[in-house]
């Protein structure tokens, strides 16, 4: 199975905001290797939860179209279904992780990655047996 990377919403946003400190200059380099060894996949709600973050640190809406157009192109995006809905309740009951979480975890699992780049989910964590959590801001 090839590594098949989901990268969570933190993470682009830190690689997105312009951000010059150490978390932003580390996303922006780990997006960019990511991107180069194979497609990285996001699901609708990680463009989201982006755009919401970055309009509210001001960028416009040019700004943001441009980012979408990016973020499409260098990504596979994973939607969401009725399975991965109910995936997602399964983990709330039995990980105890946020709403929100839950969704993204699903999205990572039915996309078959074998790895959830997030800073919001315990590092070296494996879910169902097939995905590992990586923060790569341990490293």
């Not at 990377?5 to 990511?34: C, H, M, P, Q």
């Not at 990285?40 to 709600?45: E, H, K």
């Not at 001001?58 to 279904?81: H, M, N, P, Y």
Request: glycine share 6%; aromatic share 8%; proline share 1%.
């Amino acid at each position: 199975m090839t590594n098949r990377l989901f990268i969570d919403s933190n993470i682009w946003v830190y690689a997105l905001s312009g951000s010059s400190e150490e978390r932003g200059r580390k996303a922006r380099a780990f997006i960019n290797a990511a991107a180069i060894d194979s497609r990285p996949v996001i699901s609708y709600q990680v463009v989201n939860e982006t755009m919401r973050v970055l309009k509210k640190l001001g960028k416009s809406e040019a700004g943001l179209r441009q980012f979408i157009d990016s973020l499409f192109e260098i990504c596979e995006v994973a939607g969401f279904t009725k399975e991965a809905a109910f995936l997602a309740s399964d983990l709330r009951e039995t990980m105890s992780v946020s709403y929100w979480d839950s969704q993204i975890v699903a999205s990572a699992c039915l996309a078959n990655c074998s790895t959830l780049i997030s800073e919001d989910l315990p590092d070296g964590s494996l879910i169902r047996g097939s995905l590992a959590i990586k923060n790569i801001f341990n490293e």
